[in-house]
């Protein structure tokens, strides 16, 4: 049947191990001294597209939003497997929060057009706000399910997916178009192709603002892309102020960065006698029983 | 009265409201007597009318309740679009959703709808003032929560769209005691919805009664990498029965097996404030610290000196658990 998927992603800084040298004095992050990595939960996203397509047929075309260094992630994902994908980038975007974010990756998908399913991943872990993926489906005026943990049927008009909920899991079903949010839990992504890498490895970006050309949708696998398209602002036909910090309602007032609360910690000696003290004085207090 | 009404969404586990939903109703009323205003709710489902004088008991004046056959199960489009309307015709200024599986699924469309901010997961509220050039917010919400892996705290306002809306990270909260003197004004509502909102279909929910309550238990006594091989293991659960405590665990314990998802304490796990907290073999990143540093009285047992959970330890027992945790327990049974 073949099902036609946009799949969002993110370039994000890796924020499992911070160092002290990635925060300023003034306890903001120093994001140059960060590497950055593929956002991890959006990996999962690819993958489940990816098995999507090896199950029924389809396309994947990849959106990610950032700066021009973000095609590095779109690289990867032409290695994996992906058929088309795009930058959007654009100085307009800058300081954009989850609203204004899901704003433009909705200008870009509706530039796409034609979609069944959106999958994105559950959430990225500079912010944890898992915001931007029901943002986009409302923008888009569809259906979602998020926390996605597997996907069960699919038909050529619907999709069958468990999804996570606390403390157990729903089966949920829905017709196309739906969008996804996609968990780590859903699958084990796959490595880059070998052929895949030497055959765009030095693929480049080119601004280009024509309309999308729907046709790749239906051409063969072979058709190779030869630039990785690279829309802005107008190209998406976006409105400036709901991009980028304009469109922000949010705004941060504070940063503060972790610091140990150094409370007094008494010293309880590793002995019989230090120990027994320490269980009576809790004891006394009501702490223990 | 202030007209700055604060609502809370409500949420049902199992047919029963949500805990979450309980904490939300009683940090609304902070919010609310610090803005002069009232604690508004807003309960969708089928047939849930008389769970809602319990949050009354818990301080909420007024809830607006959309009953149908169809809503018995959370779906997002509908949950979404009622929650919109009831915001556009009863204007709160503050909007509160737990920063549950489903908070967090309809939140967000709710504040896209609606163009205004959103901040997720937040672990902190408080009424402040935010100025933006030359003009000042007066009593505006100042939206509190980690980010960036939880190495820094944000405090985050959206003072030019209203409501504020934000999530909050269940079990952060304090539930107050009932009052069972105080009563709700019910507000049946007719939902606006058509045939086509109904997009979802749920086929099957199912729901795990959890394996440990880590949440309510007053002593909580966590094992860590430091605590991994058996016989430490078999310490800890043997000191927290002694105690009568439960167990918690650090990430990376749980990751290996041996305990499930329930029983992690910190930013990805559960919150907990128990009266005693006990940290074995655990080294305290941020991560962890985020889900206990509240305890009353934490005890950190740790073979390095310089292991960060000292710094917020209120007792420190520097070595290797398996002599401290048997001392512990010795050091208990001989005073019953
Ligand atoms: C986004 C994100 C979210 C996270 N969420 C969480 C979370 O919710 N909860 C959580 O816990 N972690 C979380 N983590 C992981 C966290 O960063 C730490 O890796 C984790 O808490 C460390 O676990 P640990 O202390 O058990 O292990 P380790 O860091 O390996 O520490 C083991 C400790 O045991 C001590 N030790 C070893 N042997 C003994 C002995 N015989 N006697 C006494 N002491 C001994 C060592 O000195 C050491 O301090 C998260 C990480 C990230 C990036």
Excluded at chain 2, 21 to 26: A, P, Q
Excluded at chain 2, 47 to 59: D, E, Q
């Amino acid at each position: 049947m073949g099902l036609n998927m946009i799949v969002t992603v993110k370039q994000v800084p890796d924020t499992h191990d911070v160092a002290s040298d990635a925060m300023k004095p003034d306890g903001t992050v120093n994001r140059a001294a960060l590497p950055t990595i593929f956002n991890p939960e959006d990996l999962n996203a690819l993958e489940e597209a990816l098995k999507i397509k090896d199950r029924v047929g389809g396309k994947i075309t990849v959106i990610t939003m950032g700066p021009p260094k973000a095609v590095d992630v779109l690289r990867d994902c032409l290695f994996r497997g992906a058929d088309d994908v795009v930058l959007i980038s654009d100085r307009k975007f800058a300081g954009a929060d989850t609203l204004a974010t899901s704003y433009a990756l909705k200008c870009a998908v509706e530039k796409i057009g034609k979609y069944d399913i959106v999958l994105c991943g559950r959430q990225a872990i500079d912010g944890d706000t898992a915001q931007v993926g029901p943002q986009l489906a409302e923008k888009l005026g569809i259906n979602q399910i998020t926390c996605v943990t597997a996907v069960k049927e699919l038909s050529d008009s619907f999709i069958t997916a468990q999804r996570a909920v606390d403390g157990g899991h729903e089966i949920v079903k829905s017709k196309f178009p739906v969008l996804l949010t996609v968990t780590a839990e859903a699958n084990e992504p796959r490595s880059p192709s070998a052929k895949k890498v030497m055959m765009y490895k030095n693929i480049d970006k080119k601004t280009t603002d024509e309309s999308y050309d729907e046709t790749y949708m239906t051409a063969g696998d072979n058709a190779a892309l030869t630039f990785i398209k690279e829309w802005n602002v107008d190209s998406i036909k976006a409105d400036p102020e709901q991009c980028g910090l304009s469109g922000s309602p949010t705004k941060v007032k504070k940063i503060q960065s972790v610091v140990l609360t150094a409370s007094n910690t008494k010293q309880i000696q590793n002995n019989e006698q230090s120990i027994a003290a320490l269980i009576n004085e809790l004891r006394a207090e009501h702490i223990l029983g | 009265m202030s007209d700055k009404n604060v609502m809370v969404f409500i949420e049902y586990n199992n047919g029963k409201i949500a805990d979450v939903s309980l904490e939300l109703i009683c940090e609304a009323k902070k919010l609310a007597s610090k803005l002069g205003s009232a604690v508004t709710a807003v309960a969708i489902g089928d047939k849930i009318a008389t769970s809602l004088p319990l949050l009354g008991y818990h301080g909420c004046s007024k809830v607006f309740l959309y009953e149908d056959k169809r809503l018995a199960n959370f779906t997002s489009v509908p949950y979404a679009k009622i929650v919109v309307e009831t915001i556009k015709k009863y204007n709160p200024y503050i909007v509160l959703f737990g920063a549950t599986t489903n908070g967090r699924d309809v939140a967000p469309r709710v504040a896209s709808e609606l163009k205004c901010g959103l901040t997720a997961d937040c672990t902190d509220l408080q009424i402040g003032e935010h100025d933006i050039k030359d003009k000042v917010y007066k009593d505006i919400l100042l939206q509190i929560r980690p980010a960036f892996g939880g190495n820094i705290i944000a405090t985050i306002v959206s003072p030019e769209s209203i409501p504020s809306m934000a999530t909050v990270r269940e079990g952060v909260m304090k539930i107050s005691p009932p009052n069972m003197e105080l009563t709700i004004e019910i507000v049946k509502e007719e939902h606006q919805l058509s045939a086509d909102d109904f997009m979802s279909e749920v086929l099957e929910i199912v729901r795990k009664e959890r394996s440990v309550n880590l949440k309510g238990a007053a002593i909580v006594v966590s094992a860590g990498m430091g605590a991994a091989d058996e016989d430490s293991f078999a310490l800890v659960k043997e000191l927290a029965k002694t105690v009568g405590g439960v167990v918690g665990a650090s990430r990376p314990f749980v990751d290996s097996g041996r305990l499930e998802r329930d029983h992690q304490v910190g930013q990805t796990g559960t919150t907990v404030r128990p009266n005693l907290y006990i940290a074995c073999g655990i080294s305290g990143q941020i991560q962890h610290r985020a889900g206990m540093a509240e305890s009353k009285r934490i005890i950190a047992i740790n073979s390095d000196p310089n292991a960060p959970i000292f710094g917020i330890a209120h007792y420190g027992i520097v070595g290797d658990i398996k002599e401290i945790i048997p001392r512990m327990i010795k050091a208990y049974k001989n005073k019953l």
